[in-house]
């Protein structure tokens, strides 16, 4: 598409052809956000496919309304991994003509793990950016289920890309679902549309195409004239026709090039930008700079454009395409670095690619591929027009790990792996080569033989595992963990603001030895398996409460303690200031120091106790469970 940066000439007329590129800038875009979770396998009542098989069914004739240039993306959530709340991919960018592209995506977008739906939809908005004619539809059966919040979500999109709608297409969602939804059409100004069955959703994708204007899409500019019509054809004025090619003499690329034009002496006066293949456009005669760049290839010329006629100009690129073979690695992950070795050896890219072929300068090159331990280094020539295939399958496979508390229990999410290999110059025999924090990681690593711990909660499993190449060994490390919920209760009267409940936990199959602590209100800890004493604390003085537990693995636990005490207030006669006061036990133990002018108040634990003031006044008292007394110290 071509685009006009700066266009200040006095008397200069547009051509048509660039008011139509103007039109198509400002056409309609739309992101679609698809919901791949497990639940869209799932059936409607009646229907005689699953929920992800009706929209694949429905999208394709609903959007045939629209040109086939039109900006519409592909967002999917929940399509490729279990479990995994980060599992959000933008499959086709909205740019014009993506139309055919995000059809075609449709049948890889799988029904598999957890629904991030929030993530998806941030994704999106940020991948159509801000500016009018901009929409998401998002089709989904159920709320996400990955602890984001929707309607927070969707009025923060609101307040950064104002204009934006969000049209919510909901598959047979319970009633409570569609009503947690409808913040999000009514944050961004959408429409919610409830579906049951095919010809409901037939019809609110109808509605949302309309909505989106994905109908009033502008369809690309069709050329005046022949594309082998001669240069005085295409433009009868002054200005540019340039095309581009690989070699001297060679075929004028059909790819868009990047065209950069600069006026001699005019600053930004006459300044263009354009990506097209062959770039056309009417100028005042002079002298003007143009670069030429596709890939990493680039040329430049100095053309003079004289009054009432074009010039002409082919630009020789002097360039090949690299291609990398199928199975290098894995072009997702994988970091590739090109470097060419004459006349100097220096990176001309590093990066990952999306795809290839990269266009690169005629040249001899060394090409290597990261991805993690692996790698792959490989010696490159690329002459000008060829098409040269580099790199090699690796001798790799991939290792995907998760962490269980129990064979068949629930996934660990706090949890790290490390993997070591057999290395007789580290001090242990091993050497660690990889390590994630990750949920579910996965690694490629050169086929052999590794070792792997999971480590989570002072607890670890180890694994010993070989792998080959060209496979992936999808691993399970068990770890014997359970969920401890503690809480506390008291029939103390307690002031408004409450006690500092404290919770103290010692595992009794290490020699007694404390492994947690927490403040919390009803704290959630994650433990080994085993025997445990849990004591709860109120306030800062001795009324506690004490439990043992025995923890199994893969199984939830819960320990609620009754903590017996009376509140206990001193008081002296007159308002005076409380004088510092000690209270003991009946062992004689201190178990609570008032310093003078303290709010003298405490949690006690039943039974009988002293208190001794600096002054010499001296008295028993007892404190029975969930009473409430007041001692006044001037009473003898």
Not at 27 to 40: E, F, H, K, N, R
């Amino acid at each position: 598409m071509r685009r006009t940066v700066i266009w200040i000439v006095m008397g200069f007329a547009v051509s048509p052809l660039a008011t139509a590129y103007a039109a198509l800038a400002q056409q309609p875009a739309a992101t679609i956000v698809l919901d791949g979770s497990g639940s869209m396998a799932g059936w409607l009542d009646g229907a005689k496919a699953s929920k992800m098989d009706m929209v694949r069914a429905a999208l394709a004739p609903a959007m045939a309304t629209a040109p086939p240039n039109s900006a519409v993306g592909l967002v999917a959530f929940g399509h490729r991994r279990k479990g995994n709340c980060g599992d959000v991919e933008a499959v086709v960018a909205p740019e014009a003509g993506a139309l055919e592209k995000t059809i075609a995506a449709l049948p890889g977008v799988a029904t598999t793990g957890k629904g991030p739906l929030v993530q998806a939809l941030r994704q999106a908005a940020q991948g159509l950016g801000t500016g009018p004619n901009r929409s998401i539809i998002l089709l989904h059966d159920d709320p996400d289920n990955c602890n984001q919040d929707a309607c927070a979500a969707a009025a923060a999109i609101a307040k950064s890309n104002p204009g934006l709608p969000i049209h919510v297409i909901t598959l047979g969602a319970k009633p409570q679902t569609r009503a947690a939804m409808a913040c999000v059409a009514t944050a961004t100004g959408g429409r919610q549309f409830e579906v049951v069955d095919e010809a409901g959703l037939a019809t609110a994708l109808s509605e949302v195409v309309k909505l989106a204007r994905l109908d009033a899409a502008v369809p690309m500019p069709k050329p005046a004239v022949r594309p082998d019509a001669p240069p005085e054809a295409k433009l009868s004025e002054s200005g540019l026709v340039l095309t581009a090619s690989l070699t001297p003499g060679g075929d004028a690329l059909a790819e868009p090039i990047r065209w950069h034009v600069t006026k001699d002496g005019g600053g930004m006066e006459g300044a263009f930008d354009s990506s097209t293949a062959e770039f056309v456009q009417a100028m005042p005669a002079g002298r003007y700079t143009v670069e030429a760049q596709l890939g990493l290839a680039t040329a430049k010329q100095t053309i003079d454009v004289a009054e009432g006629k074009p010039s002409v100009a082919r630009f020789e690129l002097n360039a090949g395409r690299l291609v990398l073979a199928p199975g290098s690695v894995g072009l997702s992950s994988t970091l590739v670095t090109l470097l060419r070795v004459d006349p100097k050896r220096e990176p001309v890219f590093v990066g990952r690619l999306a795809a290839t072929p990269l266009v690169v300068p005629a040249g001899n090159y060394e090409l290597q591929l990261d991805d993690g331990p692996a790698q792959e280094l490989t010696k490159v020539s690329v002459s000008a027009g060829a098409d040269v295939t580099a790199g090699r399958p690796a001798a790799s496979g991939r290792l995907e790990l998760e962490a269980v508390s129990a064979e068949n229990g629930p996934a660990i999410e706090a949890v790290t792996f490390a993997v070591e290999k057999d290395d007789p110059d580290a001090p242990q025999g091993r050497r660690e080569i990889a390590r994630s924090a990750a949920p579910r990681p996965d690694f490629t690593l050169p086929a052999g033989t590794y070792y792997v711990t999971a480590r989570a909660k002072q607890v670890e499993a180890r694994q010993r595992l070989a792998i080959s190449a060209g496979t992936t060994i999808k691993q399970t490390m068990v770890l014997a963990l359970s969920r401890l919920t503690l809480a506390a209760r008291s029939n103390a009267a307690l002031s408004p603001q409450g006690p500092v409940l404290n919770f103290r936990v010692v595992r009794l199959d290490d020699g007694e030895r404390e492994v947690a602590r927490s403040v919390a209100a009803s704290p959630v800890l994650t433990l080994p398996a085993g025997r445990y004493r849990v004591e709860a604390k109120l306030g800062s003085e001795n009324a506690r409460a004490v439990m043992d537990t025995e923890l199994v693995a893969g199984k939830d636990g819960q320990v609620t303690l009754d903590i017996p005490a009376g509140q206990v207030r001193l008081d002296r006669a007159g308002g005076s200031e409380v004088p510092i006061v000690e209270v003991e036990d009946e062992a004689g133990q201190v178990v609570w120091h008032a310093g003078a002018g303290e709010t003298a108040t405490a949690l006690l634990a039943p039974g009988r106790y002293k208190y001794r003031t600096k002054d010499g006044i001296q008295k028993s008292f007892d404190v029975r469970n969930g009473e409430r007394q007041t001692l006044r110290l001037s009473e003898n």
